[in-house]
């Protein structure tokens, strides 16, 4: 549902690098907009805005603000990209891009593979900030960088979390690939996302996700993050080592999300035809018997493995003393730190610590 209503900007804040929070008065009341402002141009207080107000109407969660989409007799906004290479293409906010393909061309074109190397697969955007904070933690030189899909929100702006991990270090590269945008680099599809994380951004660890606020139906196959088995596939084609960070809640009232999520055990049994492996941290003897009863019940151990992973104590007490917001679906790391502990596991693991396959159910 597209929802299109005028509003009055009465109040405007720069929330993180190019995004503009706005309040705004409309019908009557004042309600929260994001404004990208590379597409609407600079907002100020007493501008009429044109606004999407569809997500507020249905109550959603993730993304339930209202979008600015132009400013009623703004300024014209002038591309600032020399590219040719349009995202978000066909729809009103298309804007042209210069892409890493082009940029880089020599190092994207004479890439050999990845060599077996290992590669962090989010299954949740809420992953990724656990999952740097691991890896600076393990391994403080370590260059992270983040390639994220389209399987979420398409502007990278919108991510909160990435734009904290950037400004404290933990997150050094960010590529948005598809029709994403708004990373470091800017990448055609997730193959040449991955390829220039690790050609031109020279990462030590490269974590591979969506971004937040994903589509999910509550049923068997109707949810985004199917792409998990997809970029399992799309690791492994490029000679990759898959290294999933499955969705693991003892907190989520959802049946179907409980242990390990039906998100991980669908995408990794129906979409990923390649194996992977799936780190777990260490979990309580009960935890760790649903999680690989159901892992066995799916029939997964047929093609991937799973790698418990020891986070050691430097790691479980960084996650602990986060100096970023840990939350998954509105729960902290004290209401469900698994979900985090799995991400640490699979960055630990991808940066070579101790590790041990899983012998028994």
């Not at 729809?91 to 074109?109: F, N």
């Not at 030189?141 to 979420?152: F, I, L, N, P, Q």
């Not at 029709?179 to 490269?206: H, M, P, R, T, W």
């Not at 892992?295 to 020891?310: G, N």
Request: aromatic share 4%; net charge negative; proline share 5%.
């Amino acid at each position: 549902m597209i929802r299109i209503r005028r509003g009055l900007a009465l109040e405007v804040e720069r929330a993180r690098p190019g995004v503009l929070d706005v309040s705004v008065e409309v019908e009557g009341s004042k309600a929260h907009a994001i404004a990208y402002e590379d597409l609407t141009g600079p907002i100020a207080p007493g501008d009429r805005c044109v606004l999407n107000t569809g997500a507020v109407a249905l109550g959603l969660g993730t993304g339930g603000v209202h979008f600015v989409i132009a400013v009623e007799d703004g300024p014209d906004v002038d591309p600032t990209s020399a590219g040719h290479a349009m995202k978000l293409r066909y729809t009103p906010a298309q804007h042209a891009i210069l892409p890493v393909e082009d940029t880089h061309r020599d190092a994207v074109d004479d890439f050999a593979g990845l060599d077996g190397r290992p590669i962090v697969i989010a299954s949740l955007h809420s992953g990724l900030a656990p999952a740097c904070i691991a890896a600076k933690t393990f391994s403080p030189e370590a260059r992270v960088s983040y390639v994220m899909t389209e399987g979420g929100a398409l502007p990278l702006a919108f991510s909160e979390s990435v734009a904290e991990l950037a400004e404290r270090g933990l997150l050094d590269t960010t590529i948005t690939c598809g029709q994403a945008f708004g990373g470091d680099l800017e990448a055609v599809n997730k193959f040449s996302g991955i390829i220039a994380a690790a050609a031109v951004a020279e990462a030590d660890l490269i974590i591979i996700g969506a971004g937040p606020g994903n589509l999910g139906t509550a049923s068997r196959y109707g949810f985004a993050l199917m792409e998990v088995g997809e970029n399992v596939n799309a690791v492994a084609a490029l000679g990759g080592r898959p290294i999933v960070a499955p969705r693991l809640s003892f907190a989520d009232a959802r049946e179907r999300h409980r242990g390990i999520s039906h998100h991980t055990l669908t995408a990794l049994g129906t979409a990923a035809l390649a194996g992977a492996e799936i780190a777990l941290p260490p979990l309580a003897p009960d935890r760790r018997e649903a999680v690989m009863r159901r892992l066995e019940e799916a029939r997964l151990l047929d093609l991937h493995r799973v790698i418990e992973v020891d986070l050691g104590d430097g790691v479980e007490d960084a996650l602990k003393h986060a100096p970023v917001r840990l939350e998954t679906m509105g729960r902290s790391f004290d209401h469900d730190p698994d979900c985090f502990r799995a991400a640490a596991a699979a960055a630990v693991l991808a940066l070579g610590g101790t590790a041990a396959v899983a012998s028994d159910a």
